[in-house]
Every structure is written in C-alpha cells, then in structure tokens.
C-alpha cells in the first residue's frame, strides 16, 4: 500500500494561511492527489485533488512539485471553524487515510 | 448523507455475538469502502468493492466479511463481536478509484458506532 506521511498538529490563528505538506513517496503515475477534512462526530469531507501543478478552488489551493513525492495544501485566512483533521490518503483505488493532521485554529 | 446511508447510527454488542452494518447508495456508484476508526485515530480501510460481485482486502479485513450482490449495497459483517472491534465505522461511495481519473472523490456516510462490551 502507498502510504504518505503528513504532520500529526499544527497550530494557527484566524486569519493566517495554513500550508500542511504531505510526503507521497511512493505514489503510482496514475493516481491523484486528494485531500478530505474531517470534523469530530463525522465522516471526511473531500476538499481538493490534482494531478500536478496547483489547483485553486472556493475552499482550498493544492501544490503538487513536478517530481509529485508531495502536496501541499494551503488554506487562506482560517478561521475557527476550519479546526479539524485533515488527511491526503495515499493508494490509489485502496485508498488509506492514515492519521491526518490535526490542525488547531485560535483567536 | 452524501448519497450513502448507513445504519444501524448506534449499537451495543455483547462479546462473540454477530452482526450486519448495513451500507446502501443511490448514485449507481461502482467503488464503495469500509473504514473503521478509533477514538482518536485515523480512518483504516476494512474491505472495498469495485464493483457488484468484487471485493478485496483493505488494511485491517480479519474479524469481518462483506458481499457486494448489488451496486447499491455493501453490508459489512461481524461474525465474532471482540472489544478491539469498538470503534466507529464509515461507508464511503466513489464514481471511480483515484488510479488514472479525476472523479475518484470518496463521499462518506454518517458512520455507525459500535461498542462492544
């Protein structure tokens, strides 16, 4: 299985932009790359996915470098609200989540 | 419910007794998964489908079965209730896998607990 690793926290405040990196090692040259939000009491939420370069869309932008061994995902201006756990599954058709990263937002 | 309803929402086990977490979608979808997850801990996958008569392995498969005789639905068995089996457990539904196309997106259900005492 294609697993990628990805930092278990990080903290930030309203306002600020989040970058939360996501190592792809051994990703196969036909997957893409996702990224799903995960609030407590609830199933993940699919955010964003690409194949290479960026993509930007109304929540989220993702970078992926050319060689693809990672993404990116930046999240402008968080807010409280964007608290959550947030997980980039590696895979491909079985796709495993891993344990994501936690991210905290304060005032 | 993103198009996938899971139910039973709550249940309580005793030790060796069994059971069938129903999964059922609505949007003709051939890829459906089976995640469970712990209290503070990430998704792993149980079993997935491909398709109707198509399942295979995930990560942690000992302890469940699963039948995919339909497209809509994919129940997950429990033979043998053991409390490592407490957790919550996700229904997820995808167009297509995430190898080669861009509508592999995974849209999840509500999650079914389970506790197992």
């Known amino acids: 299985l294609a697993k990628t690793t990805q930092p278990i926290s990080m903290d930030s405040y309203e306002g600020q932009e989040v970058n939360i990196t996501c190592s792809h090692n051994n990703i196969a040259t036909n997957d893409y790359i996702t990224w799903y939000q995960q609030f407590p009491s609830q199933g993940p939420r699919f955010i964003i996915q690409g194949y290479k370069t960026k993509v930007t869309n109304e929540v989220a932008s993702l970078f992926i470098p050319a060689d693809r061994k990672s993404s990116t995902l930046s999240l402008p201006r968080v807010s409280l609200s964007d608290t959550a756990v947030y997980y980039c599954?590696?895979?491909?058709?079985?796709?495993?989540f891993g344990t994501g990263t936690q991210l905290k937002v304060e005032l | 419910n993103a198009g996938v309803t899971q139910t039973p929402k709550f249940r309580i086990l005793k030790i060796g007794q069994s059971m069938t977490l129903q999964c059922t979608q609505d949007?003709?979808?051939?890829?459906m998964y089976w995640y469970r997850q712990d209290p503070g801990m990430g998704l792993k996958l149980i079993y997935y489908s491909v398709g109707a008569g198509i399942t295979d392995k995930g990560e942690v498969p000992n302890g469940y079965n699963v039948s995919r005789s339909t497209t809509e639905d994919f129940p997950l068995r429990l033979e043998l209730a053991a409390p490592s089996q407490t957790s919550v457990y996700f229904c997820a539904r995808s167009l297509s896998g995430m190898s080669g196309r861009s509508d592999g997106e995974l849209f999840f259900g509500e999650g079914s607990r389970l506790t197992v005492l």
């Open positions: 949007m003709n979808h051939n890829y």
């Open positions: 599954p590696g895979g491909g058709n079985k796709l495993t």
